[in-house]
């Protein structure tokens, strides 16, 4: 805008209150923390998370089209962990996705930003699993790791992503998933759904009733809707990924603070039709006391943390 002499003294006054009071409006937006990240991905839905600075009303926007995304969805009210459950999709079918509050976009229309969702049970096809475990150390390994997969399979999509425990070292606090985990994998994240498991270290900020920031964080399974038994707790669950079926940390092994899994639950998720069963949990139901001496081998012990 130009100005000329011929504006009033008071109404430089007023329009210096107008434009101090657009800026507090923008400086006044919520930013985006942490995400976005993807869980409980089954063949009709997905669950897309994130973080804001600020509790806002969530939204996500998403279609096939890239350059058009045809649905929304809002959350019903504000908040700064957002998790939208977005149902009634397509099996095996690539959607682009835009997150954002009150109806401001966080993040744009781009090749990486999408989530597949799985293909109907017992669909063979291939299917690319990146399966990580004691990983979230911030270590200079962590990050070769990370860039040695991206680099050699980032063309090809992550169709299941698996923590098997220690995500984030030392003791799994929220600081901890966010400097180790979030701000490490956050091209991975957007596109490929979480399937973790807790180890020793996640638990050592977990309280005996199962509350802590590894289950804050996550959205997991716990009513068979991602397939498998009826678990009732995040701590484990199952999943069908095609004709692989996958149970999580759910056969039992004793851990640190007690039994991970229900037996009777193990063996009925056992009994499941997929053509290959993958049973996956942090610390090893067989395992060397000493390492690599199979003469001390005795079930139920660990021979790391």
Not at 73 to 88: L, R
């Amino acid at each position: 805008m130009i100005f000329d002499g011929s504006i009033s003294p008071m109404k430089k006054v007023v329009l210096s209150l107008a434009l101090v009071g657009c800026s507090f409006v923008a400086f006044a937006q919520s930013s985006l923390v942490r995400g976005p990240y993807l869980n409980t991905g089954t063949p009709e839905s997905m669950v897309v998370r994130w973080r804001s600075s600020g509790s806002e009303v969530g939204q996500v926007v998403y279609g096939t089209d890239m350059n058009n995304l045809s649905d929304t969805i809002n959350e019903p009210s504000g908040t700064t962990e957002h998790e939208v459950n977005i149902t009634g999709l397509a099996a095996d079918t690539k959607y682009f996705y835009s997150i954002g509050v009150n109806g401001a976009a966080y993040t744009t229309s781009t090749p990486d930003y999408y989530f597949k969702t799985s293909p109907e049970h017992g669909t063979e096809q291939p299917i690319r699993i990146w399966a990580i475990g004691d990983f979230g150390n911030g270590s200079q390994a962590q990050l070769d790791v990370k860039t040695g997969y991206t680099e050699n399979f980032g063309d090809v999509h992550t169709d299941v992503w698996l923590w098997l425990g220690d995500n984030a070292y030392g003791d799994g606090t929220d600081q901890e998933y966010q400097e180790k985990v979030f701000e490490v994998y956050p091209e991975v994240l957007r596109n490929s759904v979480v399937w973790p498991c807790p180890g020793n270290h996640d638990y050592g900020s977990i309280d005996i009733f199962n509350n802590g920031p590894y289950y804050d964080i996550l959205t997991l399974p716990t009513n068979g809707e991602a397939g498998g038994v009826p678990s009732g707790d995040e701590g484990y669950f199952s999943f069908d990924y095609g004709n692989i079926h996958f149970s999580l940390n759910i056969v039992p092994a004793i851990h640190s603070n007690g039994w991970n899994g229900i037996p009777e639950l193990a063996e009925q998720d056992s009994e499941h039709n997929g053509r290959l069963i993958i049973a996956i949990f942090h610390q090893p139901a067989y395992s060397s006391i000493t390492r690599f001496d199979d003469a001390f081998s005795r079930p139920f012990s660990c021979g790391r943390t």
